[in-house]
């Protein structure tokens, strides 16, 4: 997954869940640090913002993000299965973008389905 997919998919995710994208960062803000500094919460929601939305963000952060997230959902006891890429050298690029055209579509036909169900 690029960028620009991993922000896509943090963003249905959190959609998904019925959470604020502010609800979002102080879930990841205490999950980080759980004697994080409550002054200094605005400023984190504002990077938060912001690597939602910008290309240099980078990879780790979001998959981070997602990883703190889908705990959390999973410790709230929601019903859902969270994809994460993961970085595969044994596997020939055909078969990873074969892979990844499978796990879209798959993604894709689930979202449509949360949204008819909404």
């Known amino acids: 997954m690029n960028t620009n997919e991993l922000q896509?998919?943090?963003?249905?995710?959190?959609?998904?869940?019925?959470?604020?994208?502010?609800?979002?960062?102080?879930?990841?803000?205490?999950?980080i640090d759980e004697d994080a500094d409550e002054q200094e919460f605005p400023k984190f929601f504002e990077k938060f913002k912001k690597s939602l939305q910008r290309e240099s963000t980078h990879q780790e952060v979001l998959h981070n993000?997602?990883?703190i997230l889908a705990r959390r959902a999973n410790d709230?006891?929601?019903?859902?299965?969270?994809?994460?890429?993961?970085?595969?050298?044994?596997?020939?690029?055909?078969?990873?973008?074969?892979?990844?055209?499978?796990?879209?579509?798959?993604?894709?036909?689930?979202?449509?389905?949360?949204?008819?169900?909404?």
């Open 65 to 67: 993000y997602l990883r």
């Open 8 to 31: 896509q998919e943090l963003k249905a995710f959190i959609k998904s869940v019925n959470w604020s994208q502010k609800k979002a960062a102080e879930i990841i803000y205490y999950e």
């Open 76 to 118: 709230t006891n929601q019903d859902l299965v969270v994809p994460i890429s993961t970085k595969n050298y044994n596997l020939s690029r055909e078969l990873k973008n074969g892979m990844k055209k499978l796990s879209s579509d798959f993604s894709n036909k689930l979202n449509k389905k949360f949204d008819s169900d909404n």
